[in-house]
């Protein structure tokens, strides 16, 4: 037992060091900019200043490393949504049932058609034709940015599924127009051969039970961004046909979030989503240098307007039209819900990003339309603002 002396002057606690107080202070933020996904904009915000502050230094920078983070790092992000899309959509996963993606894939096909008629309207009305090839960047919906938003208003509801379906079909459909970057008139028997023999070992370490993820990525994907390169294929999708090869299991309401296990293969995958921000991070900083007094223009409206407002208002009347012929909207949703969805799903931002340097040398076209794609972040404000105007979950009370 304590004596009276020792309750009365109890030992003084030492103060942590400086340099542990620093360590943990460092390592809060750190987790904090994971955790919200916050660095990508973190890098945009960097490259910007420093494209109008210092433009000589950033662009020695950032044009001989942006190959190897566009053509390569950005093979992890891809391969990292495909490993979500693919449990999500198994049996028992959060998008596992024609009721809840045949109206979200309505709404994609909206809001594909409001976005890009709207964007093709302004560049014609306005003699700037020489835009209309950026036409596929206003159907980018940045799925990570969307995600969040709809977590902070409807956390593990029915949105969360229906909008990340929605983005899914919606990138889709951009991926496979912007994939081939280099069309070739006849197939390289080189390329097909190394992907027919990655997806082969792909297939033979999965009926050997391999359960650690790095064979697969070191040797199959390896020889599929080869194949993909040779066969003028854009490599950062090379990691796509491998992925459903690795094991899975049913994710439900909250995409990136780790099953609650130790299996082997999701912890490299928790490893890799760590890296994969840190990618993001280096993408937003060698692609979102713009200098702003002559980086925008009408491409930059254009674009934002299409994102802003033509997507959402397609996603709406093809949401009502889908309702109309006797489909259903998902449970806990209505059309409330629809709406916050809608101008969720406006931000472009990672997948606009990734699409303009896939599409677009560097040039003004590109730098209007890189502007255009960062200032369509403000849909995520609009989606939360729309929230609390409708009284949305959190909102409700």
Not at 87 to 94: D, H, I, S, V, Y
Not at 162 to 182: Q, S
Not at 229 to 245: Q, R, S
């Amino acid at each position: 037992m304590r004596s009276h002396a020792a309750a009365a002057h109890p030992l003084p606690r030492h103060p942590l060091p400086r340099h542990h107080t620093r360590r943990k202070g460092g390592h809060y933020v750190f987790a904090m900019l994971i955790g919200r996904f916050l660095l990508l904009p973190l890098g945009a915000v960097i490259a910007l200043v420093w494209a109008n502050t210092a433009p000589e230094s950033y662009f020695g920078f950032s044009v001989p490393v942006r190959f190897f983070v566009n053509e390569i790092g950005m093979a992890l992000f891809f391969a990292l949504i495909t490993q979500e899309i693919v449990e999500a959509l198994m049996p028992g996963g959060a998008l596992h049932s024609w009721r809840r993606w045949s109206v979200a894939l309505a709404g994609a096909v909206g809001g594909i058609v409001g976005a890009a008629g709207v964007f093709v309207a302004i560049v014609h009305y306005r003699y700037e034709t020489m835009l209309t090839t950026g036409w596929p960047i206003v159907c980018a919906i940045d799925i990570a940015a969307a995600y969040y938003t709809l977590k902070t208003m409807l956390p593990r509801s029915g949105a969360l599924p229906f909008a990340l379906l929605l983005g899914i079909a919606t990138d889709a459909f951009g991926i496979l127009v912007i994939a081939p970057r280099h069309p070739v008139l006849s197939s390289h028997a080189g390329g097909v051969t190394l992907l027919v023999l990655a997806l082969g070992l792909a297939a033979l370490l999965r009926m050997m039970k391999v359960r650690v993820f790095w064979p697969y990525l070191g040797v199959c994907g390896a020889l599929a961004w080869v194949a993909f390169y040779w066969e003028g294929l854009h490599p950062a999708f090379a990691l796509v046909p491998i992925v459903p090869f690795l094991r899975h299991e049913p994710r439900r309401l909250d995409l990136f979030a780790d099953p609650p296990d130790d299996d082997a293969v999701h912890h490299f995958e928790h490893e890799w989503n760590t890296a994969v921000q840190l990618i993001l991070f280096l993408f937003g900083l060698v692609n979102a240098g713009v200098q702003l007094p002559g980086g925008y223009d009408t491409g930059t409206w254009a674009l934002l307007v299409a994102a802003l407002v033509g997507r959402p208002l397609g996603i709406l009347v093809a949401v009502g039209a889908a309702v109309a012929v006797g489909l259903h909207l998902p449970r806990q949703i209505g059309w409330r819900e629809i709406v916050v969805i809608a101008l969720a799903s406006s931000t472009g931002f990672t997948i606009a990003l990734f699409f303009a340097t896939g599409i677009l040398s560097n040039g003004p076209v590109l730098s209007q339309l890189t502007v255009g794609a960062l200032a369509t972040s403000v849909g995520a404000l609009l989606a939360l603002g729309a929230g609390r105007l409708l009284r949305v979950g959190r909102f409700a009370s």
